[in-house]
């Protein structure tokens, strides 16, 4: 379904129900209370029609049913792996092989039945859901910022010194997208310092060795406790998708529909 058709039918219930459920501004869409209530109680709907329908067909599945899913580093282990880890406390027939890599794994080629993608659109012939969204953040120290003045326009970046992440062994300068005047804006930091782990990213900024440009989720925390600042809020690009894909092999697998449903619903919790 498109934005604008999804835009259409949340009017039509809206206007059904007789209540607002998003509160939408130029920059931003969140719930309503009542919109969350809502929300909340249409999970509790879904997850009680799956049990019924197990019920209802008197089968279960294998006890040594598995799927293997192929997740990226960082938002794998931070933000899926917990909802998986609740996916097997209620689905203790289903075994759950997590393989964590930022390189696109080749579904049929290296057996995966379901992965989680960040960016753009898998491509065609490939089933894919979009499930949420990530957004991004520059940010610096408290500390590098006092003796620095903050960068008012994505030019100014390099004037400033900045952290970078690479791969292992890699001599490509990553570039950081900005938009101005509704345009695409890409720069290359002055790097003092690259490292090809988030952790040490979010290590070495909070220490005050400069700037730095990374999903948003990786950085909630650290800007929560105001260890880190975000800066150029106004020229940060729309947010990114979050795709989950389906091996073709193994489209109608209950196991591995039941994960990627599960999946589906909880990451809507975190949509940005």
């Not at 998003?22 to 109680?41: D, E, K, M, Y």
Request: charged share 25%.
């Amino acid at each position: 379904m498109t934005p604008s058709g999804v835009s259409k039918a949340i009017a039509r219930l809206e206007k059904r129900i007789g209540t607002q459920l998003i509160a939408r501004t130029t920059r931003s869409v969140q719930l309503t209370p009542a919109g969350g209530a809502f929300h909340n109680r249409c999970k509790e709907v879904l997850r009680d029609l799956s049990r019924a329908e197990i019920e209802a067909t008197g089968t279960a599945l294998p006890s040594d049913d598995k799927v293997c899913v192929s997740l990226p580093l960082s938002y794998g282990r931070q933000v899926i792996l917990p909802i998986i880890t609740e996916f097997c406390a209620e689905h203790k027939n289903i075994k759950v092989d997590a393989r964590f890599d930022d390189a696109f794994s080749r579904l049929v080629d290296d057996g995966i039945d379901l992965a989680v993608r960040i960016g753009e659109s898998p491509g065609v012939g490939i089933l894919a859901t979009r499930a949420s969204s990530v957004r991004f953040a520059c940010c610096a120290s408290p500390d590098y910022l006092l003796r620095h003045s903050p960068p008012t326009h994505p030019s100014e970046i390099r004037k400033h010194a900045g952290v970078d992440t690479a791969p292992s062994g890699s001599q490509e300068r990553s570039t950081w997208k900005f938009v101005v005047n509704e345009e695409v804006y890409f720069v290359s930091p002055t790097s003092r310092l690259t490292v090809n782990n988030h952790d040490a990213l979010i290590v070495a900024a909070t220490h005050g060795t400069g700037l730095i440009y990374s999903h948003r989720f990786l950085v909630e925390d650290s800007i929560a406790k105001r260890t880190l600042i975000p800066v150029l809020k106004e020229f940060l690009p729309p947010p990114a998708p979050v795709w989950i894909v389906r091996s073709p092999a193994r489209t109608a697998a209950t196991s591995v529909r039941r994960l990627a449903e599960f999946i589906q619903l909880h990451l809507h919790d975190q949509r940005d």
